[in-house]
């Protein structure tokens, strides 16, 4: 289990990298960053205190940071690669991450219906070009790993052949409302790593991702089931079924009694078969984070960028 550093639009920098702080000396050693964050440079002070502090050292912990999508042009991978190791006072990461697979941009904390007339469906060869430059990184010994977020297998499908090197891990919304079990299954049978975000649910996510039909996991019969039998908070379940299924969730929290509960829920008392059977059946396909400042003046709706349209892009 991971800790993220997403603060949405609730809590500063300050406050996050504190919670890393926290969460370090509870016993997270994966720490999942993002240069769109606007915390790195917070979260590099907080890392050499640990290191100064001797709580831990480099090498235990597994640090991942994004390349965001104003950065995919020629050249600027490695400027945004470059800016993420000099904030976090790193000369290496673990994990360098394609954020979203295109250039879309959006200003940090714009309403869910902006658009940039600059956005533009999904291009094989853009994104390729962008992970070139990642493929590159590695080359020069700047990160030792390679993800992709954010992807479909329609996208997978279309790039993979065509990476040199291929990607360690996937970063994907999964919760118990939205397991994706095609694109799970998929990125485990190529051996990607599946990381989930929003594991239990993203109920602090920002007001422009929230839509009537959202379904709240804390509320799925068969969460709540559990949590009565366990005698734990649904929270708890939800990261409990995450862990036994296989992927890694990097919940947020700047609360020291729940990260500390996160960490220790998946030490104890794991949920049946049973019990992870009836949350499999509870799949309700219930996105929550669904991209729609990314659209292009053409799109239909979300469902475009997430393929669900066309096989492909627009």
Not at 25 to 39: P, T
Not at 106 to 113: K, L, T
Not at 162 to 184: D, G, K, N, T, W
Request: aromatic content about 8%.
């Amino acid at each position: 289990m991971g800790i993220g550093t997403f603060g949405s639009d609730k809590y500063d920098a300050a406050a996050v990298s504190e919670a890393v702080y926290g969460a370090v000396k509870a016993g997270y050693r994966l720490i999942d960053c993002a240069a769109v964050y606007q915390n790195e440079k917070e979260i590099g002070r907080v890392l050499e205190r640990l290191f100064t502090e001797k709580e831990v050292t480099r090498e235990e912990l597994f640090i991942t940071s994004k390349v965001w999508n104003d950065m995919h042009g020629e050249g600027k991978v490695l400027e945004s690669c470059k800016k993420s190791l000099a904030d976090l006072r790193l000369s290496c990461l673990d994990m360098y991450f394609v954020h979203w697979p295109f250039p879309n941009y959006h200003a940090p904390g714009c309403s869910g219906d902006s658009r940039n007339p600059d956005s533009r469906p999904f291009s094989v060869e853009e994104f390729m070009a962008t992970w070139r430059q990642c493929e590159d990184l590695a080359d020069k010994g700047l990160v030792r790993y390679l993800g992709m977020s954010n992807m479909t297998i329609p996208k997978l499908e279309a790039v993979l052949p065509l990476c040199r090197i291929q990607p360690a891990a996937l970063e994907m919304e999964l919760h118990p409302s939205f397991q994706q079990p095609e694109l799970y299954d998929y990125a485990q049978a190529h051996g990607i790593l599946p990381i989930g975000y929003c594991p239990i649910g993203s109920p602090s996510r920002p007001e422009r991702d929230r839509t009537a039909e959202d379904v709240a996991d804390a509320e799925l019969p068969s969460i709540l089931a559990a949590a009565r039998a366990h005698q734990v908070h649904p929270a708890v379940v939800c990261l409990k079924w995450a862990v036994q299924r296989g992927q890694v969730p990097i919940p947020f929290s700047v609360k020291e009694h729940q990260y500390i509960s996160n960490l220790k829920s998946v030490t104890e008392d794991p949920l049946t078969e049973e019990e992870m059977d009836a949350i499999r059946k509870d799949d309700r396909n219930c996105r929550l984070i669904k991209g729609q400042v990314f659209l292009w003046e053409t799109a239909a709706g979300w469902e475009d960028l997430w393929d669900l349209n066309n096989k492909i892009g627009g």
